[in-house]
């Protein structure tokens, strides 16, 4: 009998699977991606996101931000894909699935499809060396997409984003690890599904104000309903009832991310369906509106999703995951923006989350190309200046230590190893970024 190339493939899946099965326990929940330098100034942080098991991929930053795949973690729970067709990356539709605190050496993630949240200590001399602290716990509602630490990072608070959707927020304990806080388990009322239907009308992230005495969601709008921020104020560690609805500037669309804008006491949002939106919270509440908040479109936008803020070169960096370019924008002190350049990173290498690390007085950009399977790091030269600098292959390393990023990866064969997968990058998601010292305020335990 002639096996036919197909039969050869499902046999060979087969046989993957049932060693696969037989190899790894589910008590092995640290798979080796690569060989650490040692000389680590930090680590960079995605998940794999896979409904089959969450994993976290932990990457060393060197000195030069250069970054090298060390290891990858059990989340302890599951991934899930938002509903939308087609099935694409971006699976959370959210910006802050996975954050890390340097100050407090604490990475904290969501796992979606189990509803559940867990956090894990960094050891500050091996970032990528991750150990759970208590258990994953409840996220208090369903689909949870973006969690954000206080400045201490002594509190986590999380949204979640389908049918039971809302905030709701934890003290950390060293030992024990969330503790969920009184008084903190508060409603969005959406109409929503779980897992979320998307991208528009769901929770896209989550993040304290710069004065920490509110709690923010950016919630993107179903056309023609505009998005908006849904505002908690914070006091002794809970929450008030009901939020606050913060209608934005005439013109936006689908308000994803939430950045911080320093000491304007400002956001700014990726918008999805637009460009940017900046929110003078001045105007907060209030009827009177300054003309300081605004909607920009950027042009030829495809899904302007993911923001972060450079201090070193002083202006503000989205991605963009149709179009794959990176846009620098400069904000002035009447929080009018400029649009200074656009940086290409490949057409289908589909840029999603990013985070900025600062490495010996150099900013870096490290975004998660999901298409592509790798993470690119981009240094930040000066405003309007940029180097390339990386491209690390995930897909590579991921085989060879057994760990699937997607439910339905498969075996191709190839002539230089026994097999290698073909990966469904759908689920990649989030990129957090811890720097070693940077306000290292709690003893490593
Ligand atoms: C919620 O959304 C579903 C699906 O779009 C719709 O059929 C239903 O009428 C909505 N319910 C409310 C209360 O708006
Ligand atoms: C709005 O913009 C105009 C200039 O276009 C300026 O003169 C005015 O002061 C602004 N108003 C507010 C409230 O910022
Ligand atoms: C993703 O990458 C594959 C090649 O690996 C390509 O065929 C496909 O068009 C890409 N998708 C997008 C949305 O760019």
């Not at 009998?1 to 790894?24: K, P």
């Not at 040692?38 to 969450?54: H, V």
């Not at 716990?137 to 809302?166: H, Q, R, T, W, Y």
């Not at 042009?299 to 620098?328: H, K, M, P, R």
Request: hydrophobic letters at 40%; aromatic letters at 8%; one cysteine or more.
């Amino acid at each position: 009998m002639q096996l036919g190339f197909a039969s050869i493939i499902i046999f060979l899946l087969l046989v993957h699977h049932a060693t696969g099965t037989a190899m790894n326990p589910t008590s092995a929940s640290t798979k080796i991606l690569g060989d650490a330098k040692g000389l680590a100034a930090g680590a960079a942080y995605f998940i794999t996101n896979n409904p089959d098991g969450n994993f976290i991929v932990a990457a060393e930053i060197g000195t030069d931000g250069e970054l090298t795949l060390t290891r990858a973690v059990d989340a302890g729970g599951l991934g899930a894909h938002g509903l939308v067709d087609p099935i694409t990356p971006e699976a959370l539709f959210s910006q802050g699935c996975i954050k890390a605190s340097s100050k407090a050496n604490i990475l904290a993630t969501v796992n979606a499809g189990s509803n559940t949240l867990s956090v894990f200590n960094i050891d500050p001399n091996d970032p990528t060396n991750l150990r759970m602290i208590g258990k994953p716990i409840s996220s208090g509602g369903e689909f949870p997409v973006s969690v954000a630490f206080n400045k201490a990072g002594d509190m986590l608070c999380a949204v979640n984003a389908g049918a039971i959707n809302g905030v709701s927020c934890y003290s950390i304990d060293k030992q024990r690890g969330l503790m969920p806080l009184p008084n903190t388990v508060r409603s969005l009322g959406l109409n929503q599904t779980t897992p979320a239907t998307g991208p528009p009308g769901t929770a896209g992230q989550i993040i304290f104000t710069e004065d920490e005495k509110q709690l923010m969601v950016a919630v993107k709008g179903t056309p023609p309903q505009p998005g908006f921020f849904a505002v908690w104020d914070v006091l002794d560690r809970s929450l008030s009832r009901n939020y606050k609805h913060i209608s934005l500037a005439q013109g936006v669309l689908l308000p994803f991310s939430m950045t911080v804008i320093p000491n304007k006491n400002a956001i700014l949002a990726a918008d999805a369906g637009l460009g940017f939106d900046i929110v003078d919270l001045a105007d907060a509440g209030s009827r009177s509106r300054s003309n300081r908040s605004s909607a920009t479109k950027i042009e030829g936008q495809g899904a302007t999703c993911w923001s972060a803020y450079s201090a070193s070169t002083g202006n503000f960096y989205f991605t963009d995951a149709v179009t794959s370019l990176i846009t620098e924008i400069n904000i002035d002190d009447n929080l009018k923006p400029t649009i200074v350049k656009q940086y290409p990173q490949g057409p289908t290498s589909t840029t999603i989350d990013f985070d900025i690390a600062s490495v010996a007085d150099k900013d870096f950009i490290y975004v998660l190309a999901a298409n592509a399977t790798a993470v690119y790091a981009v240094s930040l030269d000066g405003p309007g200046q940029t180097t390339n600098i990386q491209k690390l292959d995930i897909s590579g390393p991921a085989c060879r230590a057994d760990l699937a990023i997607g439910a339905d990866s498969f075996i191709i064969i190839s002539y230089y190893d026994s097999y290698s997968s073909l990966l469904d990058a759908n689920n990649l998601q989030g990129m957090t970024v811890y720097i070693k010292g940077q306000d290292n305020y709690y003893p490593s335990l």
